[in-house]
């Protein structure tokens, strides 16, 4: 009897054990992303979160400009920070290839080009169809003085514009994902560069993420 009550006393001192064992939860930071280079190197950060361990979820917030990561608890915050710097490294190859590869682009736009700046500052500007230019190809480039592909892209249609008369560039700077411009644009504008071109017929075509050989494409470049 002695020996059925101990044994039935040790479980409940076990389960009592078991049950109040502390949950470590996962942990949740927000790391500032400085702006380096003219480029906060959104896309390489997160293919090196997505490969980081002990990282289980991480989202870049562009109005914030905080990379927010929920993390197993225990994880070093330099494990994170390394993933950053590794980005960085990356991104400033590429930046530094892309600037080689277009050291032919002009200076500037040429005293020819037709090209205008609708929003200075994130601006409304009304419907798109309203700026298009009759019998041309028109060039909603939507930018941020940030945003180191979108100058690639702004390279790219000074080489275009140089010799086209028939391609009209409309810039559209947004300055942050919080102005009334990123509201117009809706939710077709999920990160920059984004392109919006519209043919002499009126046909859109939506660009995002700044394919140079695409706009190429679309504006008929040979």
């Known amino acids: 009897m002695r020996r059925t009550i101990l044994i039935a006393l040790l479980g409940l001192v076990l389960s009592v054990l078991v049950h109040s064992r502390p949950a470590f939860a996962d942990r949740q930071k927000a790391f500032v992303v400085r702006q380096e280079d003219g480029s906060y190197c959104e896309e390489d950060i997160l293919v090196e979160m997505k ?4 990282v289980k979820k991480y989202r870049f917030d562009r109005a914030s400009l905080e990379l927010r990561v929920t993390m197993a608890d225990g994880l070093s915050d ?3 920070l390394d993933a950053i710097q590794r980005a ?3 991104c400033a190859m590429e930046m530094g290839d892309a600037k080689e590869a277009h050291s032919a ?3 500037a736009y040429s005293k020819e080009a037709d090209v205008k700046v609708l929003s200075k500052k994130g601006e409304s500007i009304g ?12 060039v909603f480039d939507v930018y941020a003085d940030w945003c180191a592909p979108c100058q690639r892209v702004d390279r790219k ?13 409309r810039k559209l700077n947004i300055v942050d994902f919080n102005t009334p411009l990123v509201r117009e644009l809706g939710p077709k ?15 859109r075509t939506d660009i995002i993420g700044g394919s140079t050989d695409q706009l190429a494409a679309t504006l008929r470049v040979r």
């Open 189 to 203: 504008l999920k990160a920059l560069p984004y392109i919006v071109v519209f043919d002499p017929k009126g046909k």
């Open 157 to 169: 249609l000074r080489e275009i514009t140089a010799t086209r008369r028939d391609v009209a560039v």
């Open 127 to 138: 419907s798109l169809k309203r700026h298009l230019v009759p019998g041309k190809f028109t």
């Open 105 to 107: 682009a002009p200076a």
């Open 88 to 90: 960085r490294a990356r």
């Open 78 to 80: 330099q494990v994170v």
């Open 51 to 54: 490969k980081a361990k002990g």
